[in-house]
T-cell receptor, first 115, second 111 residues
Framework: NAGVTQTPKFQVLKTGQSMTLQCAQDMNHNSMYWYRQDPGMGLRLIYYSASEGTTDKGEVPNGYNVSRLNKREFSLRLESAAPSQTSVYFC??????????????FGAGSRLTVL | EDQVTQSPEALRLQEGESSSLNCSYTVSGLRGLFWYRQDPGKGPEFLFTLYSAGEEKEKERLKATLTKKESFLHITAPKPEDSATYLCAVQAATSGSRLTFGEGTQLTVNP
């Protein structure tokens, strides 16, 4: 059982370049998320998809776009990368537990550096 | 606005030295409080969900407790393999499926 798989694990970009982070889950979860993690800032939600066919902005959506390709896959795109987007990106999926509590399963992360 | 504050930022313990990590929170109606463990270079791994004040959950050397304003993660007789960053998160009743995370406590257990 692979869980949540992210690719690539590492990427270096130059300012202005574009790239897409891929995420796939095999747990048949309805909801998927993209977070970024920065020192001293904790995990911050970029975008999420509560179910196939829907996407919503999180706390820090500027500079990003997402696509929920199907139930399994949720991609994050940087159209014109900026140094401020240097971070570790985590994809997560979830199933609702007792009384709607949202237990997340995370991928291993993608470390992005923008020069 | 939901807020989560964890303390201390970092904690060093000797093997066998018990201690507690704190998670203070402000939320409009708590749906759930979550503890995760994160090892270096990896994604967070789910530990516990707590739903209401007075609830406790245990797993091996870890015990999580919850009051109306804070949660504690008690670590009894820790071992070096317990070294990790521990993250706390809350889900508000008004925020749908969205979680708010704290910055984490980095725990180091020396042999």
């Amino acid at each position: 059982n692979a869980g949540v798989t992210q690719t690539p694990k590492f990427q270096v970009l130059k300012t202005g370049q574009s790239m897409t982070l891929q995420c796939a889950q095999d747990m048949n979860h309805n909801s998927m998320y993209w977070y970024r993690q920065d020192p001293g800032m904790g995990l911050r939600l970029i975008y999420y998809s509560a179910s196939e066919g829907t996407t919503d902005k999180g706390e820090v959506p500027n500079g990003y776009n997402v696509s929920r390709l199907n139930k399994r896959e949720f991609s994050l795109r940087l159209e014109s990368a900026a140094p401020s987007q240097t971070s570790v990106y985590f994809c997560a999926s979830s199933e609702m537990g007792r009384i709607g509590a949202n237990v997340l399963t995370f991928g291993a992360g993608s470390r992005l550096t923008v020069l | 606005e939901d807020q989560v504050t964890q303390s201390p930022e970092a904690l060093r313990l000797q093997e066998g030295e018990s201690s507690s990590l704190n998670c203070s929170y402000t939320v409009s109606g708590l749906r759930g409080l979550f503890w995760y463990r994160q090892d270096p270079g990896k994604g967070p791994e789910f530990l516990f969900t707590l739903y209401s004040a007075g609830e406790e959950k245990e797993k091996e050397r870890l015990k999580a407790t919850l009051t109306k304003k804070e949660s504690f993660l008690h670590i009894t007789a820790p071992k070096p393999e317990d070294s990790a960053t521990y993250l706390c998160a809350v889900q508000a009743a008004t925020s749908g499926s969205r979680l708010t995370f704290g910055e984490g406590t980095q725990l180091t257990v020396n042999p």
